[in-house]
């Protein structure tokens, strides 16, 4: 879509706030159950990444994969999601997200929906994703479920305002 994106909230991205359990040692945050996710987007592997600030990553999307992000601090992100999927009741809607320490929240994103995350403020930041399909497949084998738009000149996904 080359259009312009409309404001609002898109069908099928999951937005859970994430609960900080604080004592004298620091701080413990569950990022998710399996008993609160439905069973096609059970992850498959975990990893963490660490974003300096001032730093975007993405957009990209996924052709079957559902990421799960969990954004608990540190640092803070302005995520962006552009549902690209022309058979979807919210095609053509951009969905803006503030996250991380200051306010933990788990995204769920969907296959097809382009998403990124720039880390905004003055402190690294790191994610944590728990995504429902292996990274390449089996025995990174595969190709990777990855449509990159980041380069794309005039891209209608972007980090400018």
């Known amino acids: 879509m080359k259009g312009k994106f409309k404001q609002g909230t898109i069908d099928g991205v999951i937005v859970r706030e994430l609960t900080r359990y604080l004592d004298h040692r620091g701080w413990l945050c569950e990022l998710f159950r399996r008993d609160e996710?439905?069973?096609e987007?059970?992850?498959q592997m975990a990893y963490c990444s660490l974003t300096y600030p001032g730093i975007a990553r993405g957009p990209h999307a996924h052709r079957f994969q559902t990421d799960i992000f969990c954004f608990v601090g540190p640092g803070n992100f302005d995520i962006r999601l552009w549902d690209n999927r022309e058979e979807s009741s919210t095609y053509g809607t951009m969905q803006r997200i503030f996250a991380g320490a200051d306010k933990p929240l788990c995204v769920i994103i969907p296959p097809g929906v382009v998403h990124g995350y720039k880390v905004v403020g003055t402190e690294?930041?790191?994610v944590f994703n728990c995504p429902n399909?292996?990274?390449a497949g089996e025995g990174r084998k595969e190709e990777v479920d990855e449509i990159r738009y980041e380069d794309e000149k005039d891209s209608p996904f972007s980090f400018d305002d």
Do not use: A, Q
């Open 37 to 39: 996710l439905d069973e």
């Open 41 to 43: 987007v059970v992850p």
């Open 124 to 126: 690294p930041g790191m």
């Open 133 to 135: 399909r292996l990274y």
